[in-house]
């Protein structure tokens, strides 16, 4: 296969049919002509738009968002970018005045819930019909209904997380194991192995995204718990969950203790404080980038239930309260196009969500996640897991759950993990009830609120 | 002098002030503290505090913040009077000095910490410079939140480095409140520098030595974004456990709570201060 980077990109391998179908589907698709297939959304002019986002925040993003990827839409967009409180704050309080000034949102799928059940968004049904080319998958679609009828969101950009690594710590490797197999076949058990060695020539050099603001808890929640349980809330005491934390208390003695610095892991790769490290791929982008010859990315590692991985949506919505909705209509149009979306992978390696072709030149470092996501998506034993769905405003309270569990059993090394457990258990059980959210990817759905259990029977917690 | 009847001109003067205060501190103020005592459905109720007291991370952003209090303010006073008396000896280039010694202030709080973790990280200035002058191998973890003590240690120096100016001023101000007849007297009576440092100076300096104290430790009750810049998620503060409460939990009751013990920590700090350092009238000038 070599380096072309034809094809879906896709992060959804519904099933190997489904995989087998998206590849048919790139080969009947033409090249990068698409700026002249029919699209009955025209581009006129969409006068002017102003962009509220969660996405794209950080400075040097947001710079190649207005000067690069927003540069050939015909109207006006002002892109401001904010942290989710304020985000929220402002578009509930533009909804309770009846009159905004934002007309577009864009957001990770999760920050448009407590929005959509309160009906604050424009239903987008008719926009995801004209766009029907794009071929958005099914799956985010569904999502974006939050479980009604309306349409809340048009997906936008996805991401997920991958392992970054310093050549110079492949000589480290474990037996049996070289710098191909770590694109297909690396268990957590020969992460360890590989760490302690690295841990036992240059010192703790593992890294992982444990600052205030790291995804650590996207680590525990759509890699960790999923490879060693095959589950998340439904089998978050299982044995199989004692093992998972004893691993990660294990691996930890090798991890560098200034990762609770760390929200994100280019600024250790790069200075060299870590050597291997598993971070979402914006955050990996601008180490790989400015140091693509020594660095390289590879899928996380797989468990003994698969290999485990997480796809984040993000998307665009119009509120109610939107002052120019044919203009943020027609930005959505634009955002969507094929060739503006490998613009946005290229600059700041958030992955397309539509069909088609990718361009030859995205430039190492992006090539080098592609290929990493590409191999993890492909991987026969991939596990793919969801972003909590329905916790609405209690999103950053269940991530603390996890954060809480990280904090007691890794950082201040407890040893009666299943104890631990159990008491957070009843704290993530109150978290679902509050939110009243059923169970999603990796757990089976259930009826009603999801019950945190320990696998196998769903015995609830009392 | 004050027998003569100042008439309503004054107050009326005072009332705009007055109003802007209330309406944009002292309405807020309230209704933010109010929300420590409501739940979420706007009943009166305790179970905010019930939830913050029962926070794992409670008790260690109480530690680390009187602890960080105990050991920066007197750190920072005894430094910043003696940077003040520099300045105030009016020695060569003493103006000099001043503008180096106001340079922190310039700077935001976020910026002091990314500063001076470039200098503490493993791979930084400090370990640079050990490494190369042959005092370590290895590169020496000080932001390491398994060794609080190193940690301590180094938001202490940032937070030294970052608000000492804040306290100079003051005292320089007062420094230069002093009338020289104090000296004069006491050279006249034979008195060494020392002794004139701690008879005259420092007894005329306690309404700035309150002031500056008072203003000083409240700030620090508020200090977050340089613990946060260097420790991350290793330790934790008050303020910044309000922060995570209200951004990342959303939960503005709890965060409210958070809120309110640092001010009735602010305020209980105020009134120590105000009762160990009485200032006599003749004092006041």
Known sequence: MGTRNTGVLRLLPISRRGVIKAGAGAAAFGGLGLRGASMQVSAQDGGEVVFLSTQLGQVTEAEAMRSTILADFEGEVEFITEDLGPFNDRIAAEAQAGSGSVSLIGGQHGDFASFAADGLLMDLSDLATELQDRNFPEQYLELARYGGESLAFIPWMQATYVMAANRSALQYLPEGVDEAALQTSLTYEQLSQWIMAINEAEGPKFGLPVGEMGLYHRFLQGYAYPSFTGGLNTTFTSDAAVGMWQWLQDAWQYANPQSVNYDNLSDPLLTGEISVGWDHTARLINALRENPDNLIAFPAPRGPEGLGFLPVVAGLAIPNTSPNPEGARALIEYLTRPEVQAVTLQQVAFFPVVEGELPEDLGAGVQAEVAAVQATTSDPAALQSLLPVGLGEQGGAYNDVFKATFRAIVLDGSDDIPGVLAEQAVNLQAVLDTAGAACWTPDPASDGVCQVGSGGAATPVS | ?285
């Open chain 2, 1 to 285: 002098m004050r027998g003569q009847r100042l008439g309503w001109a004054p107050y009326a003067l005072l009332l705009p002030t007055l109003a802007f205060l209330a309406v944009f501190f002292a309405m807020p103020m309230v209704r933010a503290l109010g929300l420590a005592f409501r739940d979420a459905d706007g009943g009166w109720s305790l179970s905010s505090w019930d939830t913050m007291f029962g926070d794992a991370r409670f008790r260690e952003a109480m530690t680390t913040t009187l602890l960080l209090i105990v050991v920066i303010i007197p750190v920072q006073f005894a430094l910043a009077m003696a940077m003040a008396l520099v300045i105030n000896a009016r020695l060569k280039f003493s103006g000099l000095w001043l503008y180096i010694y106001a340079i922190p202030l310039g700077i935001s709080e976020l910026a002091a910490g990314i500063i001076w973790y470039a200098i503490f990280t493993q791979q930084g200035w400090l370990n640079s410079i050990l490494e190369s002058v042959g005092v370590l191998d290895r590169p020496f973890i000080f932001l390491n939140y398994q060794n609080q003590g190193w940690l301590i240690f180094c938001i202490v120096m940032a937070e030294a480095w970052r608000a000492t100016s804040i306290i100079m001023i003051i005292l320089v101000a007062g420094l230069q409140g002093i009338p020289r007849d104090y000296f004069e007297a006491a050279d006249v009576f034979g008195a060494t520098a020392w002794q004139k440092v701690r008879r005259v100076t420092l007894p005329m300096l306690r309404p700035s030595v309150q002031v500056a104290l008072i203003l000083r430790t409240i700030l620090a009750f508020q200090a977050f974004a340089v613990v946060l810049a260097l420790a991350g998620s290793g330790t934790t503060v008050l303020s910044a456990e309000a922060y995570r409460w209200y951004y990342d939990i959303r939960d503005s009751q709890v965060a409210a709570a958070y809120a309110s013990v640092i001010l009735l920590l602010s305020i209980a700090s105020t009134i120590l201060f105000l009762v160990l350092l009485p200032t006599r009238e003749e004092q006041m000038g």
